[in-house]
């Protein structure tokens, strides 16, 4: 089955960063929007951000705006999820996945298909 290999997850500080990467097995990313998703700790799956094919369109929660960003250099090239300034209420898996296109309601059933999660935990 085609999946998504999402990876650069750890334990930092408050206030330190990470970068996620999203890498396809199986399938291309050409044409493919790409999502990020997390769940913390008693939290339900949440969107957290997403770009469109070509990178020309992003959208991000009101959460994590102004401290992360997607990003991808091409179509075929895998999508990054840069992470700034990171609190304690970053703390969950995240994982990313694929859609026709990036929507800010972040509506998960439209994505499929999906990598495995990769933790990031944000502790003093």
């Known amino acids: 089955q085609p999946h998504l290999v999402d990876s650069g997850g750890g334990v930092v500080q408050p206030g330190g960063s990470l970068r996620l990467a999203c890498e396809p097995s199986g399938f291309s990313l050409e044409w493919y929007a790409i999502g990020w998703f997390r769940q913390g700790p008693g939290k339900a799956r949440e969107g957290v951000s997403c770009i469109s094919w070509n990178g020309d369109e992003t959208a991000y929660s009101d959460s994590v705006k102004g401290r992360f960003t997607i990003f991808r250099s091409t179509p075929e090239n895998p999508v990054y999820l840069q992470m700034n300034n990171l609190k304690t209420e970053d703390t969950a898996v995240y994982f990313c996945?694929?859609?026709?296109?990036?929507?800010?309601?972040?509506?998960?059933?439209?994505?499929?298909?999906w990598g495995q999660g990769t933790q990031v935990t944000v502790s003093s």
């Open positions: 996945a694929a859609a026709s296109v990036c929507e800010g309601t972040f509506n998960a059933e439209r994505y499929y298909p």
